[in-house]
């Protein structure tokens, strides 16, 4: 059959059931290759992309591939195309190729990503038959990947190449965020996008509970688009900042009674003795330390006038206090009188499926640290000591942005904190970390390993890539082309609660709010 | 200017006798302080009545004292707190006010899909009075994000907010599980915000927000409140100084038993003695045993006696609390709650998500809203029909069925 654009041949139409024909188009045909490193030969005009999904059509049901990288091929040797090409550029011979397309193409290294019978997908563990053709994937074929199950924790829809195939894509959000998330990506790349696309989705959810610190004050939206916008943001999500409230948002005061020694874990540098004296006035004085040593109160335990000086001047500046005489004077969030019941008040809201940002856009890098610590330590203390039910409790994630702040190499060779602690065992509490970076070599290596769902977006520097791809949860040992090729919005991810590495495209923020509405309110019982 | 400022009186609170006709003198004593007083006006920032229908001998002290202040040419102005609201949204208050004995300050217009509050004028004063009212379970919170509050915010003094709501920021350590709202829903700059609901004695100073002010209720409303407060309170605005007062009508005697570890036959023996040691003439007494027996049951210990003691002591009234008292015989059962209100949350708390039909905080909200209207008590004189029509039609509004049947 031919057309004047299009040339169909037989082998292009499979018959799916004697009533439904579905049209594929042929994108290559297999030639050659190993497992997980098959070549293809493209079909003249197909122009195959990296990171491209396609099927092969197999006797058991469909093997599912993708495309990491592509090369030329030619039937000439060398040597000779190296001749014409002179020939071309030097004698301006006006050549042509006869039968152009039989002789030169582009092949395409392919991988088995997963074998698919009935809807069910299996790891691939054989090979397509040689000169089987390779067509698009459909939606239909990965059926199977848009399962939303219980606790549905939306992360994009799939991609192939830059095509974006009508299949959203779930994680099981328990699961994945109780076993942390690593979000890494070079800037511009989508990180921001993505998260607030992640915190969008769970902000309905029962499932868990999201605690933001948010540097950039970008999450809620006080000037644009964000999780103000969701209908139900007023019941679900809890906004604290320092600056001028906009209307529905709390104003942040933490009071110093809360804290706790604990809570200075890797927030600045302690000497030995300095950290024993933040102890010694603990034991001492309990909820009134931090009051006692910045008035200079007598403590046991013969500290020399200079630790203490040091240990005054460090809590004044850290916790925004200046005493005068025995008069402490609170200049910013952390108050001796208000903020009783905002600690409280955020992990009741964690606990009940909320999600708490903290605009931390005017703290210090420590000051930010140390309220997150705040929060962490009370949330996994409480289900350490069985306060709270971890069975029937939400998971509870805290999303940290640059985590190398926190969770960098230099910064844990000082001494644990609590975020490492969740890293590392926070899981069993059904704590996890969702850990934002450009740089995620910084981060420890154990720690990384312990990440187990991994969103990867364009990420250009070899170091960072490789860091990604050692610690992944799928092998991308033949993905660094792709990573590297990732445009703003693209993203692969990998994870113990997916078949495979998949590719996703994250919708633009706008979009996902323009496609909720809000319902109408009614006023009753206001008098004319 | 000078004004009184009230909330949460609760008339017809209390189911004993004794306590409810002292939280009715509480009342007549607050109102009849602010016309010694001379107040310019009062305000009563809501639930003037415990129930959305109140008894008739509520009703009646209610409009008995507000029409002696509309004789004083004294104007009150009030807003309905949550126990003033049926779940269908009548009130009473709507009967107080069109028999002219006050002025809802909640009115308003919607434009488009927002509330514009409007401003109600006290002619002797020239002060601009509005507010929004409570609803059960909080649920004017929506209200509140939906208003329009510039021209509220650029309106020039004196002027007062109302409200009937928990404010985030305000609330104390003891109060942290409460839902509460921002402080940044109210509109901003004025002179004094007169809050209700929470039966706190408070008056903060925030940013935007220069007067915030709690007067705590007209009387104590449960063991735990009369426990901390002793006495009822409202507050006196004059000339920009607030100053909380006291109705004290009754002693509170306090007895705190602590039985922990002891037996039932020895935490008697305290409770005889300290029963014997304190002071009960005319005394609210509030007996409270708390701890783990180390044996014997809390109905082992004679409060029978330990009360005909106290009433022979010449106790106006006694009231015991054994919520934090459990025996090591019967573990099993643990009841640290200290009301009926706090062990009902934890209840529904911990059985809640078992039906799947909607998100586990609605289906607590529905269960609690279910337990109030299917606890509605017959109103006096209302048929028996009537009454189940009543609760009948009230659980349909609730659970959003229609009936086709007539029934």
């Known amino acids: 059959m031919r057309t004047n654009t299009y040339r169909l041949r037989i082998s292009d139409i499979i018959f799916i059931t004697s009533r439904q024909v579905a049209l594929f188009v042929t994108k290559g045909l297999i030639v050659s290759g190993q497992f997980g490193d098959i070549l293809v030969r493209e079909k003249q005009g197909k122009a195959l992309e990296l990171g491209e999904l396609l099927i092969a059509d197999t006797a058991q049901g469909k093997m599912l591939l993708q495309v990491f990288d592509l090369v030329y091929g030619s039937q000439l040797a060398q040597q000779q195309l190296e001749l014409l090409s002179g020939l071309k550029l030097e004698e301006n011979v006006g050549l042509q190729f006869f039968d152009e397309a039989m002789r030169n193409y582009i092949l395409a290294r392919i991988k088995n990503l997963a074998s698919i019978t009935n809807n069910q997908c299996k790891a691939a563990k054989t090979l397509p038959q040689c000169f089987s053709e390779i067509r698009d994937v459909t939606a239909a074929d990965v059926a199977f990947l848009s399962s939303k199950g ?24 328990s699961k994945a965020l109780s076993h942390h998330v690593l979000i890494a990506g070079t800037t511009g790349r989508g990180k921001s996008v993505l998260m607030h696309t992640l915190l969008w989705h769970t902000l309905a959810e029962e499932y868990c509970g999201m605690l933001v610190l948010d540097p950039h004050d970008e999450y809620y939206g006080r000037n644009n688009p964000g999780l103000k916008d969701h209908p139900d943001a007023r019941d679900k999500a809890v906004y604290y900042t320092p600056r001028s409230p906009p209307t529905g948002a709390r104003t942040l005061k933490i009071n ?56 005054k001047r460090q809590l004044s500046q850290l916790l925004g206090v200046s005493i005068q005489g025995t008069t402490i004077t609170c200049h910013g969030i952390f108050d001796v009188q208000a903020g009783q019941s905002t600690v409280e008040d955020i992990i009741k809201a964690l606990e009940e499926s909320k999600t708490v940002i903290i605009d931390t856009s005017e703290f210090s890098g420590p000051q930010e640290i140390l309220i997150g610590s705040i929060i962490a330590n009370e949330v996994l203390e409480r289900r350490r000591k069985g ?54 070599s910084l981060i420890p290596r154990d720690i990384l390993a312990n990440m187990n769902t991994k969103i990867i977006l364009g990420v250009e520097l070899k170091p960072e890539r490789q860091a990604i791809i050692e610690s992944a949860a799928q092998d991308l040992s033949d993905d660094e082309r792709t990573i590297a090729s990732l445009d703003k919005g693209e993203a692969i991810i990998t994870s113990n609660f997916l078949p495979f590495a998949t590719p996703v495209r994250i919708p633009p923020f706008e979009e996902t709010v323009k496609a909720f509405s809000r319902p109408a309110r009614s006023f009753s019982g206001i008098q004319p | ?45 809501g639930d003037l009545f415990n129930t959305s229908l109140p008894s008739m001998d509520a009703l009646k002290i209610g409009v008995q004292k507000l029409k002696q202040l509309q004789d004083n040419n004294i104007p009150v102005y009030l807003i309905p707190g949550s126990h003033d609201f049926s779940p269908s949204g009548k009130t009473m208050i709507d009967v107080l006010e069109s028999a ?103 008056h903060e100073k925030l940013k935007d927000y220069p007067n915030v002010v709690y007067p705590g209720p007209v009387f104590p409303n449960n063991f735990a409140e009369l426990e901390k407060l002793e006495c009822g309170t409202f507050v006196i ?32 023996a305290l409770l005889e003695e300290a029963v014997d040691k304190a ?24 409060f029978n006696a330990m009360q005909q003691s106290c009433l022979n002591k010449g106790a106006f009234v006694v009231l015991k609390n054994t919520s934090k008292l459990e025996s090591k015989e019967f573990e099993e059962i643990k009841v640290s709650r200290a009301s009926v209100e706090d062990i009902e949350e934890a209840l529904l708390k911990e059985h809640a998500g078992q039906l799947k039909l909607m998100p586990a905080d609605k ?45």
């Open chain 2, 100 to 202: 002219g004995l006050a002025v809802n300050v909640a009115r308003g217009e919607v434009v488009g899909e927002k509330l514009k509050l409007k401003f109600t004028v006290d002619k002797k004063t020239g002060c601009k009075i509005t507010g929004l009212f409570g609803k059960k379970g909080g649920l004017e919170k929506h209200y509140y994000y939906e208003l329009i509050k510039e021209h509220l915010e650029a309106e020039s003094g004196p002027k007062i907010f109302m409200f009937h709501s928990p404010i985030a920021e305000l609330k104390p350590e003891e109060l942290a599980g409460m839902d509460a709202m921002p402080i940044s829903l109210l509109p901003a700059g004025f002179d004094y915000y007169a809050g209700g609901h929470v039966h706190v004695v408070q």
């Open chain 1, 387 to 440: 306060i709270v039910n971890v069975k029937t409790a939400p998971v509870i994630s805290i999303v940290l942005e640059e985590a190398p702040r926190v969770l960098g190499k230099d910064i844990l060779e000082r001494g644990p904190n609590v975020f490492a602690t969740i890293a590392r065992e926070g899981r069993k509490f059904k704590v996890g970390l969702t850990a934002i970076t450009q740089l995620p």
């Open chain 2, 279 to 302: 002071q009960l003439k005319d005394a609210i007494v509030l007996v409270r045993v708390e701890g783990t027996l180390r044996q014997g049951k809390p109905h082992d210990i004679d």
């Open chain 1, 150 to 173: 219980n606790n549905p924790l939306f992360v994009g829809k799939l991609r192939s190449g830059s095509k974006v195939i009508d299949v959203p894509i779930y994680l099981d959000g």
């Open chain 2, 237 to 268: 605005w004059d000339n920009g100084a607030v100053r909380h007062e006291k109705i004290n009508l009754k002693p509170v005697a306090k007895i705190l038993i602590d039985a922990h570890n002891k037996t039932a036959g020895e935490a008697d």
């Open chain 1, 256 to 311: 110093l009674s809360h804290l706790v020694p604990a809570h200075f874990r890797g927030v600045l540098e302690w000497s030995d003795p300095q950290r024993q004296a933040l102890y010694a006035y603990y034991q001492r004085y309990e909820q009134r330390w931090v009051e006692s040593a910045l008035r200079g109160e007598p403590v046991d335990g013969n500290f020399k006038e200079d630790t203490l000086g040091v240990v």
């Open chain 2, 1 to 45: 200017m000078k004004f009184a400022h009230l909330a949460d009186v609760h008339l017809g609170g209390w189911r004993e006798p004794r306590l409810r006709e002292l939280n009715t003198q509480s009342f007549c004593a607050a109102i009849e302080r602010c016309i010694t007083e001379k107040v310019d006006f009062v305000l009563i920032a």
């Open chain 2, 363 to 407: 289906e607590i909200q529905l269960a609690k809203e279910l337990m109030r209207v299917l606890s509605a008590e017959k109103d006096e004189g209302e048929r028996i029909a009537d009454f189940e029509k009543r609760i009948s039609s009230d659980v349909d509004r609730l659970l959003g069925l229609s009936r086709t049947d007539g029934s």
